[in-house]
């Protein structure tokens, strides 16, 4: 089922005079892990991510969204805090309602409470699919995909969370910390200063892959 674009729908049904629109400059934060959520933001241009603050100053970036998008939405929706910190990746304008308004307009607008639904229903469906593909993937490839990932996102050396790692790949910290031997012996990683290095890209991988 093709459907509009949250704008266009706020638009088309008189909805835009009850949102103001605000600026973010790259690098502002949106909103944080545990904040009491009371306003409902839509990306109009530019770009966000949310990321997870491990130790030490470092993060594990989660997504990135842009124009089209809500922020905060889930939050005021299931009346939970965020478990993650929201941040602009690049000057943005947004369109920003108080959460009773938004909560207010999905009542009475069934072209965006259905939109909304649709895209619950996706993220949904995505875990899912995630989760089904990861049963079947040795613990040992997902370990070596995060640390690849984690190496293009934040250079080398990595400082690695062992807790926040097992907690984001559904382990233990003494699991991670066996594979992690493994791949020091097997000369993949190597230690460093503050953390380790990918001593062998190739071979780290080709164990995504297995």
């Known amino acids: 089922m093709l459907m509009r674009e949250p704008y266009d729908i706020l638009k088309s049904h008189g909805h835009l ?17 545990g904040e009491i959520i ?26 990135r969204v842009g124009p089209g998008t809500f922020l905060g939405e889930l939050a005021v929706l299931c009346d939970e805090p965020p478990l993650v910190d929201t941040i602009a990746c690049t000057p943005c304008r947004m369109l920003r309602a108080p959460a ?8 009475r607008d069934n072209e965006l409470c259905l939109w909304a639904a649709r895209y619950c229903a996706q993220g949904i469906l995505n875990y899912t699919r995630d989760t089904v593909a990861n ?10 995909e995060y640390l690849l990932r984690e190496a293009r996102r934040r250079g080398e050396p990595l400082r690695l969370d062992k807790p926040s790692m097992a907690t984001f ?21 190597a230690p460093a ?3 380790v290095r990918i001593a062998d890209p190739q071979r780290l991988k ?3 892959s297995l």
């Not at 005079?17 to 892990?33: C, H, K, L």
């Not at 306003?39 to 130790?55: A, D, K, M, N, S």
């Not at 790949?169 to 990683?189: C, D």
């Open 100 to 107: 009773g308004v938004y909560l207010d307009i999905l009542r």
């Open 38 to 63: 009371v306003q409902v933001y839509l990306i109009v241009e530019g770009e966000v991510r949310t990321v997870l603050p491990l130790t030490d100053g470092v993060e594990l970036e989660v997504a």
């Open 206 to 208: 080709g164990l995504i």
């Open 169 to 189: 790949l559904g382990t233990t910290v003494r699991t991670v910390n066996r594979y992690l031997k493994e791949l020091r012996e097997e000369g993949i990683i």
């Open 135 to 144: 049963i079947h993937r040795p613990l040992k490839g997902q370990i070596a």
């Open 193 to 195: 200063e503050g953390g």
């Open 17 to 33: 005079e009850r949102w103001t629109e605000v600026a973010f400059q790259a690098g502002d934060v949106i909103s944080s892990i």
